[in-house]
């Protein structure tokens, strides 16, 4: 099918220093220029969200993303509509875009199903896992290791959530890899909402423990230590905080 020069956008890069060289245009499809922004935006809002830099309910301003992005209204609203539809960001009607605030089910809900993929994960990766890739995660180890201990907390959060999508790539299996990133980056939301007493110490310790098990080919214990390790995470999340009724809170007490 030839595509119209209409539906084309022509990229001109800049100017080389050689004298009287001829300038190249690369023509790129529109669709395509704006497909790659939609996903610049998408990454970026992603990222903001598991690395904790954007707040749950924090306004998406159209226009200002729009600007710091150099593209139009239409694409940041193809990235909105994306990050809706992923349910890290809330629509709401003649109000705009906010990041989401899950909901206490939500959270219980996500943890769920990370649990039993998780714990499937890792007893099919121990069967199969290799030297080369138990020596690639003890590297990850020692980076995650080294921004716990700088108080890196971008960096650290950032190689914690990545730990989890990495076992799932080493099975080879990206689809399972990028169901498992959506889910991250929804736990993360969760984590803002709901601060968390399980600090990042306790979790690489908990990796470690999993690294090992998986070098030792033992699944039971892998599997065990991951199941622990997501519910030690959810346990210390403040999803049911004790409520008491307002003669409780203002009465004194003997």
């Known amino acids: 099918m030839v595509r119209s020069r209409a ?52 306004k998406l301003a159209e226009t200002q993303i729009g600007e710091i992005f150099k593209v139009s209204r239409t694409v940041v609203r193809q990235a909105l509509n994306r990050l809706s539809r992923d349910h890290l960001v809330t629509l709401e009607p003649a109000r705009g875009a906010f990041v ?19 714990a499937a994960m890792i007893k099919t990766l121990c069967a199969q896992i290799t030297d080369a890739q138990v020596a690639q995660l003890r590297t990850h180890l020692e980076q995650e290791q080294e921004a716990v201990a700088r108080t890196d907390v971008t960096g650290r959060t950032r190689l914690l959530a ?7 790539r080493m099975l080879g299996n990206e689809v399972l890899a990028q169901l498992l990133a959506d889910l ?17 110490e306790h979790s690489q310790d908990e990796h470690v ?5 998986l070098a ?13 390790h997501l519910g ?11 409520m008491s009724d307002l003669s409780q809170a203002l009465l004194p007490h003997d």
């Open 162 to 168: 990545d730990f989890h999508v990495v076992l799932a």
């Open 7 to 58: 539906n084309l956008q022509v990229i001109q890069p800049p100017a080389t220093p050689a004298a009287g060289r001829a300038r190249k245009t690369v023509a790129v499809p529109e669709d395509a220029a704006a497909a790659s922004s939609t996903h610049r935006i998408v990454d970026s809002i992603t990222g903001a969200i598991v690395e904790r830099r954007l707040m749950p309910g924090t």
């Open 232 to 242: 030690n995470v959810e346990r210390n999340l403040r999803l049911n905080p004790r």
């Open 209 to 213: 423990a999993i690294v090992d098990a």
């Open 100 to 118: 989401s605030q899950p909901s206490v089910e939500e959270a219980q809900q996500v943890f769920a199903v990370r649990t039993m993929i998780e």
């Open 184 to 200: 991250l980056a929804r736990c993360s939301l969760v984590a803002l909402m709901y601060q968390s007493s399980h600090s990042a």
């Open 216 to 228: 030792r080919r033992d699944a039971r214990a892998a599997v065990k230590l991951m199941e622990n």
